[in-house]
Structures are given as C-alpha cells and as structure tokens.
C-alpha cells in the first residue's frame, strides 16, 4: 500500500515571488534587496514543524509544501534574471545601433553563459562595436551575479531545513505507531532530504514528487547513516541551468 500524495503544497511564498514581480525598470532593480528576498522566503515558509510518528501525515505534508516553496521561487529567479537583462540592455544600449533583435536574444539566452562570459564576448566581437560590448558583458556580469547569489541564499534554506528535518524524519520512520505505506514514504523523504544537503540544486529542478517518483523505496538501514553524514554546511556551488536555445548565430551588423 502506498501513500497518495497530498493535495498541492499549501504554502504560497507569495510575499518573495511579488518581489521579483516588482522589479519592471531599471530604478525598481537598483532598489532590489536580495536580502530583502530571502527574509519575505523565510516569513511565507513558517517555521519548522515538530512531529514524532503518530503525527507523519502532518510532517510529511509540512516538508513537502516548505520544500516546494524552495522550488517555486528557484524556478522563478530564472525567468526573472532574464527580465533584467532585458531591462539592463535597454539603458545600456539605447544609444548604440545594433541590431533590434540583439536585445531579445541575449535576455532569452543570458543564462546559458553562467560561468563563461568569454564565449559571450567572442560571439559578439565581430558584431557590436568595443562601447557596446563592454556594456553587454557588464550587463551580464551583473545579472548573472545577482542571480548566483539569489540561488545560493534559497540553496542555504533548503540546506538547513533538510538538516532540521532529518533527525525527525529518522525518528518517525522508525516509530512503530506509524503504517508501513507511512514508513516506507519517509524513508524516500529521508533520502531526498539527504541529497539535498550534499546538491540543493536539486530544488530546482524538480518539485517534490517528482523526485520523489524516480527514488525506490530504500531498506530501514538507510535510516541508520545520518549519524555518519557529514551534511556540508553551507550551500553547493549551483551548475547553470541547461540552454534550451543552444548555439545560436549573431547578426553581423554593417
């Protein structure tokens, strides 16, 4: 017998997702807290739920909305930094006469240059003139780095959350007043929450059932290595997120 999955996460960071809404022109994001981001994160998560094993409905359902509320808002720094490459470029070539498709393509696929600008920059040499690239590669550096730093502060969230959480999840699994469908469910969530701490990028790219689908239900002994974990402090360095775009050709500009 398995356990259904609950209804969809009940928690909404509503409060941190408006703050990315609200940036629409340049003035709104150099007034753009990132720190003001992840504090509206933390109030839309609530605390940390305390539960033994005749309470695993409430933890599991409790574990699942904070961590797809992790998901959602990682999900939504993407679109976002695309938004302000956009709006980045319109200032910062409104007076160079490039191409008008120039704009649009760089903020759809600025992402794909995480950690390697050189390729940015070889790609548009030809094209734009020395003024115009300084400012794109500017641009880029500046939304790429805000981004980093909005994944690694929601990363170090889930990090502790797992952390916080693993020991309870330990305890319920192992406590006879839970079902076996029950125990087997936190024993998948043991493992996810685990991952988490060794790679958080995994909260973007999955909610949690999906995750939670491609593990097999471990043995009761995976309850048994939390004790020599070593859960890594502080937040993994985040991989760039795959190009949907791909290469793509520049136009030459005359």
């Known amino acids: 017998m398995s356990v259904s999955p609950r209804t969809p996460s009940l928690i909404q960071p509503q409060?941190?997702?408006?703050?990315?809404?609200?940036?629409?022109?340049?003035?709104?994001?150099?007034?753009f807290e990132?720190?003001?981001?992840?504090?509206?994160?933390?109030?839309?998560?609530g605390?940390?739920?305390?539960?033994?094993?005749?309470?695993?409905?409430r933890l599991l359902a409790q574990i699942a909305a904070q961590l797809d509320a992790l998901h959602q808002v990682l999900s939504a720094i993407e679109p976002f930094a695309r938004k302000i490459m956009g709006i980045r470029l319109l200032h910062a070539l409104a007076s160079e006469p490039v191409s008008p498709q120039l704009r649009p393509l760089l903020s759809a696929t600025i992402l794909s240059y995480a950690g390697d600008l050189r390729v940015l920059a070889q790609r548009l040499e030809r094209s734009v003139s020395v003024t115009a690239l300084d400012a794109i590669l500017a641009a880029a550096e500046a939304v790429l780095a805000l981004r980093h730093e909005l994944q690694q502060g929601?990363?170090?969230?889930?990090?502790?959350l797992a952390r916080g959480y693993l020991p309870q999840v330990q305890r319920a699994a192992r406590s006879p007043l839970v079902s076996t469908a029950?125990?087997?469910r936190l024993r998948q969530i043991f493992v996810d929450l685990q991952k988490i701490t060794e790679s958080p990028l995994r909260l973007l790219a999955e909610p949690i059932e999906a995750r939670l689908k491609k593990l097999p239900v471990p043995e009761a002994e995976i309850l048994s290595t939390l004790s020599s974990q070593d859960a890594p402090e502080t937040a993994s360095k985040p991989e760039t997120p795959s190009n949907a775009h791909g290469r793509f050709a520049l136009l030459e500009i005359d």
């Open 47 to 57: 605390p940390q739920v305390s539960a033994d094993g005749a309470e695993a409905d």
């Open 34 to 45: 990132p720190a003001a981001l992840l504090d509206a994160l933390e109030a839309d998560l």
């Open 15 to 31: 409060a941190a997702l408006v703050l990315l809404d609200q940036v629409q022109h340049l003035q709104d994001l150099n007034q």
């Open 182 to 184: 029950h125990a087997a």
């Open 154 to 160: 929601v990363f170090a969230i889930g990090q502790r």
